[in-house]
């Protein structure tokens, strides 16, 4: 009898491990976020701390498929949530999503750390990707010719630039471009080029081999900057609920300001 109890009570509490003895693992819970290329490093960094206050939860900021890419996705049904470096089109509005804004983020050119150029003036960065500057020696660097890496018309960067910038209003970049179609894309080619210039977003800049250049004097950390781009969330409001609803509270609350500033944006409301 007592074999028969202890048996019992053995089979009872490898069930019991079962279903609960992994109790970490059967609340653990993996909200993955889809989109655009920019932004990358914070959305990384709002990630970390959303992971240190809610034990047991995964942020996952998968591979960049640009902002037209994770509206798709999260419009489609195949991801809760997207991250996004422009607004929604009218194209897109028949997804029915929220768009929820909650960090700037400066658009940077930068260049070869090789190269021993700091500044670009507006004009003369225009200048460089209409093709009409195409020495380095003509903005104060070495006797040798330009490599222009672009990304393609619609990239969110490239349309900030030609909003914000006068000098790249309608501007059509040289044909001599390295057309590159993602941010990491973008950093590669400058980082492998040793005369390259490229621009993207300051976050994923200050952690790639690449040297950030000042605009007109200003660096990018300036409240005057210039060119500013907007990060933000798109999900359906059927699924604002559980780690979805607390994620998207959590990067908009006055605690991830810091969080935001160390990793290259710019909180919205500063």
Do not use: C
């Not at 809760?80 to 194209?91: D, P, Q, S």
């Not at 003509?138 to 000098?167: H, W, Y």
């Not at 907007?230 to 609803?245: D, H, I, S, W, Y």
Request: charged share 20%; no cysteine.
């Amino acid at each position: 009898m007592k074999r028969t109890a202890r048996g019992l009570n053995l089979v009872l509490l490898v069930l019991a491990l079962t279903l609960f003895g992994g109790g970490s693992r059967a609340l653990a819970e993996e909200l993955a976020i889809v989109g655009t290329g920019d932004g990358v490093k914070i959305l990384k960094a709002l990630g970390a701390a959303f992971e240190r206050l809610h034990p047991g939860t995964t942020i996952t900021i998968p591979e960049s498929i640009g902002s037209s890419g994770g509206i798709k996705a999260v419009g489609e049904g195949e991801a809760a949530l997207g991250r996004v470096a422009r607004t929604i089109k009218e194209k897109e509005q028949g997804y029915g999503l929220t768009y929820l804004p909650f960090a700037r983020i400066p658009v940077v050119f930068f260049v070869n750390p090789v190269l021993p150029v700091q500044n670009l003036s507006s004009d003369q960065a225009a200048a460089i990707y209409r093709g009409a500057i195409d020495n380095w020696k003509t903005v104060g660097g070495p006797d040798a010719p330009i490599a222009v890496v672009r990304r393609e018309e619609g990239d969110s960067s490239l349309s900030t630039l030609k909003k914000s910038l006068p000098a790249f209003k309608d501007l059509a970049i040289t044909e001599r471009a390295i057309l590159t179609e993602k941010t990491p894309l973008m950093f590669e080619a400058v980082e492998t080029t040793p005369l390259a210039i490229g621009f993207g977003p300051l976050d994923v800049a200050r952690n790639q081999n690449v040297k950030v250049l000042s605009l007109d004097g200003r660096l990018a950390t300036f409240p005057d900057y210039p060119v500013v781009n907007t990060l933000a969330l798109v999900f359906k409001e059927a699924n604002r609920k559980g780690t979805l609803q607390s994620f998207v509270e959590f990067v908009s609350a006055p605690a991830a300001a810091p969080i935001i500033s160390a990793a290259g944006g710019v909180p919205l409301g500063r």
